[in-house]
């Protein structure tokens, strides 16, 4: 694995980074698809991810929690955007109580490409960042008009029209 | 608890989202680092008219993204900084998580995909 670019946005509240791996597509598309090998990479060392639900098709949901080194357990979920194997997944992740969704935490969406050449397979990963204010809302999994909205309005900031 | 919201219960998060949509308003944020230009120069800077960069200029405000200063004749436009400078801090956090997760997905691909290449 090789990191090959890094690109921090403050303005557009963007992040994106690109690797390339000496795999193909489809294995890398696996670590995914496959919520055994997900578990292996998405938590830190010290606060290992189980995922309890793992539908990875468009509308699905995923849930996991991480157990942090005193036994705390950390509840999210990903909402999915879209899927297209083995080359492209966008999905919204935000934090929950339990396995309740919070409506005052702050939610990432996220895009995974995957792109496969001769020589190497190449991941681009872009977040953007919702920003939240005291006492505000911002648009939990189940609020399909402001998911709707701002699917729409990530498309504008990461250039997709 | 997921709380629906109407049309008209527009958060920050929506404002925000759709002021950053477009291109023309992200340039915006730009060049008024400095908050040393107006409305009027930002606009020459524009094909458009300067009611329309007005326009664009009202939707950042309203979403807490710039702010407008009166200077003599001249309404000055200041991006927030402090929202800017959140953002970034936010980033480096997230790239410092993505790095690891990179890392680890390397890991696992080594074991999973042995003697395997594109």
Redesign the interface.
């Known amino acids: 694995?090789t990191?090959t670019s890094?690109h921090?946005?403050?303005?557009?509240?963007?992040?994106t980074?690109v690797?390339t791996?000496?795999?193909?597509?489809a294995?890398?598309w696996?670590?995914w698809a496959d919520p055994r090998?997900l578990e292996?990479?998405?938590g830190?060392p010290t606060y290992p991810a189980t995922f309890v639900d793992h539908d990875l098709t468009a509308g699905g949901r995923v849930t996991y929690y991480m157990t942090g080194p005193g036994g705390e357990k950390l509840h999210a979920w990903w909402r999915i955007v879209s899927v297209d194997p083995p080359s492209s997944l966008r999905f919204e992740e935000g934090s929950a109580d339990d396995s309740?969704?919070t409506?005052d935490a702050p939610?990432t969406f996220i895009e995974v490409r995957i792109i496969?050449?001769?020589?190497?397979?190449t991941?681009t990963?872009t977040?953007l960042?919702?920003?939240?204010?005291d006492g505000?809302?911002?648009?939990?999994?189940?609020?399909e008009?402001?998911m709707r909205?701002?699917v729409?309005?990530?498309d504008?900031?990461l250039g997709h029209r | 608890?997921?709380?629906?919201?109407t049309?008209a219960?527009e958060?920050?998060?929506?404002r925000?989202?759709?002021a950053?949509?477009?291109r023309t308003r992200?340039d915006v944020?730009?060049r008024a680092m400095n908050g040393t230009l107006s409305v009027s120069e930002l606009a020459r800077t524009y094909p458009m008219s300067t009611t329309a960069v007005q326009k664009h200029v009202a939707v950042l405000e309203k979403a807490?993204l710039v702010r407008l200063k009166r200077h003599g004749r001249e309404l000055l436009v200041q991006t927030e900084i402090d929202?800017?400078?959140k953002?970034?801090a936010?980033?480096?956090e997230?790239?410092r998580?993505?790095?690891?997760?990179?890392?680890?997905?390397?890991?696992?691909?080594a074991e999973?995909?042995e003697g395997?290449?594109?």
Do not use: H
Not at chain 2, 1 to 5: A, G, I, L, P, Y
Not at chain 2, 11 to 14: I, K, N, P
């Open positions: 694995m990191v890094v921090r946005d403050p303005v557009a509240r963007t992040l980074i690797a791996f000496d795999r193909p597509a294995l890398v696996q670590v090998q292996r990479w998405w830190p309740t969704p409506d939610t496969e050449t001769p020589e190497e397979t991941m990963i977040c960042f919702a920003p939240v204010a505000e809302q911002v648009p939990g999994p189940d609020t008009k402001g909205l701002a729409g309005q990530i504008a900031v | 608890m997921v709380v629906r919201r049309a219960q958060t920050r998060a929506d925000v989202f759709r950053l949509a477009d992200r944020i730009r807490g929202a800017v400078a953002a970034q936010l980033l480096v997230f790239e998580l993505w790095r690891g997760r990179l890392e680890r997905i390397g890991d696992v691909l999973t995909g395997v290449r594109p």
